[in-house]
């Protein structure tokens, strides 16, 4: 069969769009050479494959890599399940509803990655921590650049807040059992209707509420008060909300204080604490919840303590008249402790000569 190489400016053979279009270029074409079946020793998958591995890997090896997976698993599924047209059709339509669908405030995409649990996967392999450091966790929709630099011990929360008194406690060490110094932690939460600032149609006038960056003192020691925040849901009125109700899920979140640690040498880390009385634990649509990260809060009804803490007793009791207080020892991983890590998963890494 001859290539399409020398024919493509044959003006009886190509109309003059693609002419004008590959005028300056050789079009990456190949000719038909096997007919492909399903059913037959040389299928659509090995025919995709085939044209990927001599038209994009040459340009692109990583892409062809990729590509190359993606095809064989996409289509092993389908043989697997006999997906048929009418399913393929439904997933087509979800899909393209996600794209529709997608505001400025909800990617209704990067839910569905979310809630397949293809997020969490993705963030674990990118962001390798040895055992003894803290698990992370990706940041969520509601982390912003605008957090306010106060000391240890602040209050984060405005005074009209929803919400029961808490008061958070931690150490940041690194994998030594040693005190980082320089260590900052920006905080954010949402409040006790389980809302974050961001969300309100009024934001509070300073811009920020249950969201500070904390600066720790020089043992590595932080704190602050704020209020309790309580389980909430992610968005479920688009297409990923079909997807959950169809999986008969729920998209309800247990509540959590998000974290991002930072301090000179180490490794950032970003991740969620949760406290063991939430409901939802078990169950979270993103798959983000992990068991070192949850734990057991005291409820302090110790006036003494409320005072040492910060709080103004009146207050407190107007609130329910406990002071809710959780503790956490942070680790943080050094840059060089996290390459290493990386180093050694990446030669587990497949290469384009793995054999399937
Ligand atoms: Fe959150």
Redo the contacts with the bound molecule.
Sequence with gaps: MADSASRFQDPTLVGTRIRAQTANTIPADLPLERDFGEGTDYTITDHVRELHAKLTAPQSPRLALVMDRLVYHLHAFAREVGLTHAEWAAAVELIGRAGKESTAGKDEVVLMSDCLGLSVLVDEMEHPRPKAATEGCEE?P?YTKSFPEVPSGSCISHPDTVGQPLFFEATVKNTKGEPIQGAKAEVW??DGEGT?DVMYDTPPESGADDRARIIAEPNGYFSYRGVLPVA?PIPDDGPCGTMLRALGRHPH?AS?L?FRLTAPGYDSLTT?LYPSHSPFLGTDPVFATRLSLIGDLEQAEDVGKWKEWGFDEADVRKRGGKVWAWRFAFVLASKEEVELERQNRKADRITPNTKL
């Design positions: 969520g509601f939460q949402s974050y909430y979140r959590h998000h969620a």
